[in-house]
């Protein structure tokens, strides 16, 4: 793997936010909204004027990567993702070894949709598989079945060149034993990449609820960090390293577009709720859209774009924002692209003090976590920020 744009010069990735969904799954806190009809023609040309606005505010890039998350994607008609490839095409230069990722369920109604995507330029599959245990998959609202999830893998093993897919782990009652057995069947199917994420708690959602009236409990700490432990070491087997906390991949099969943010690149973010990273004229930009997908829709009607807001980023909170994401990489981040951000460099006696507990290793001009490091990343940030 390479080390990260320290030449100065972020890559360049566009992020498209799809906001609706079959159902609302209970852990999940992200910009979704069910809905039962879509009018995707004009939902395209939505996307379409605010990826034109987009591209007035960055001036001429080159696209690296190009990523459809949710919601639900695999919703999305093969003409709509088509016609926002074809915009992003025409808006910018594109990379001819673009990554263009797409988030898919693996219900057999979007399965059929999978050449369609192949075939207008859509080259990485993400799946949100989320368990390969039935039980667990219900306690998790999903609305596929194990036997759904391993056909809709081998459907896109065989149709993508490059695949990914999710699972939850640190469940209410799981042991070590029963992760380690649903990881290695998981291991079996997979390609190059997995993302394996511990179940959490995130405010306003259906199991945020649930938890606070005791309905379960999650794996205390100490469980929760040997489950965590025991996933490196089992991805390790077949070949996987945790290039980044919660994402597992084979030499070159890292997720492009998600370096992109961890690496502190640019992005252009479109459609409701969609976030961005952009430098115009010098200046280091957060864009956020409006996340009511009505709401977004007038706006892009009436504007030609749905940004709630567009702010600079003053150069000590680029420094923060640069570490918060880079030392969830295994590779780390460079501290002179630190001081370039921030404005002054990172104190060294809190560098050395955090070497010396085993949090960070140290490699010139590089630091990163190391794995005790990474179970502690919050305070470590803290520390090292302060």
């Known amino acids: 793997m390479t080390t990260d744009g320290d030449s100065g010069v972020p890559d360049f990735g566009v992020y498209v936010h799809w906001p609706f969904c079959l159902s609302k799954c209970p852990y999940c806190d992200f910009n979704s909204h069910v809905v039962a009809n879509v009018d995707q023609a004009q939902w395209a040309r939505a996307l379409t004027r605010e990826l034109d606005y987009m591209r007035a505010m960055t001036g001429p890039r080159e696209v690296r990567s190009i990523f459809f998350g949710g919601g639900t ?39 059929e949709r999978f050449r369609g995507y192949r075939a207008v330029g859509v080259n990485r599959l993400s799946l949100g598989v989320q368990s390969l245990d039935d039980r667990e998959l219900k306690f998790l609202g999903r609305l596929h079945s194990a036997e759904e999830a391993l056909k809709a893998i081998a459907l896109a093993r065989e149709t993508f060149p490059r695949l990914s897919f999710d699972l939850i782990y640190a469940r209410p009652g799981q042991t070590a034993e029963a992760w380690a057995r649903e990881l290695r069947l998981a291991l079996a199917h997979a390609a190059d990449h997995l993302s394996l994420y511990q179940l959490t708690i995130e405010e306003g959602t259906a199991f945020a609820r649930l938890y606070e009236k005791g309905a379960f409990r999650l794996p205390e700490e100490e469980d929760a960090a040997e489950l965590y432990r025991l996933t490196g070491e089992i991805a390790a087997e077949s070949g996987l390293s ?48 409006l996340k009511a997908p009505g709401a977004w829709f007038a706006s892009v009607e009436n504007a030609g774009h749905g940004l709630e807001a567009s702010e600079e980023i003053a150069p000590a909170e680029q420094g923060d924002e640069m570490m918060l994401m880079g030392l969830r990489l295994e590779e780390g981040v460079s501290l002179a692209r630190h001081a370039r951000l921030a404005g002054r460099a990172l104190d060294e006696v809190r560098v050395e003090g955090l070497v010396r507990d085993g949090l960070l290793i140290r490699d010139g001009d590089r630091i990163a976590a190391t794995p005790q490091g990474r179970l502690v990343l919050d305070p470590l940030l803290a520390r090292l920020l302060a």
Request: negative net charge; contains cysteine; proline residues 5%.
């Open 242 to 289: 945790a290039y980044e906390v919660s994402n597992y991949a084979k030499p070159g099969a890292e997720c492009r577009h998600n370096l992109v943010y961890w690496r502190y690149g640019d992005y252009a973010g479109v459609g409701p709720g969609a976030h961005g990273r952009v430098t115009a004229e010098g200046r280091r930009l957060a864009t956020r859209t």
């Open 73 to 111: 994607p695999s919703l999305m008609e093969v003409s709509t993702v088509e016609t926002v490839l074809s915009a992003i095409a025409r808006l910018w230069s594109v990379d001819t070894a673009v990554e263009i990722s797409l988030e898919a369920n693996p219900t057999s109604v979007e399965a």
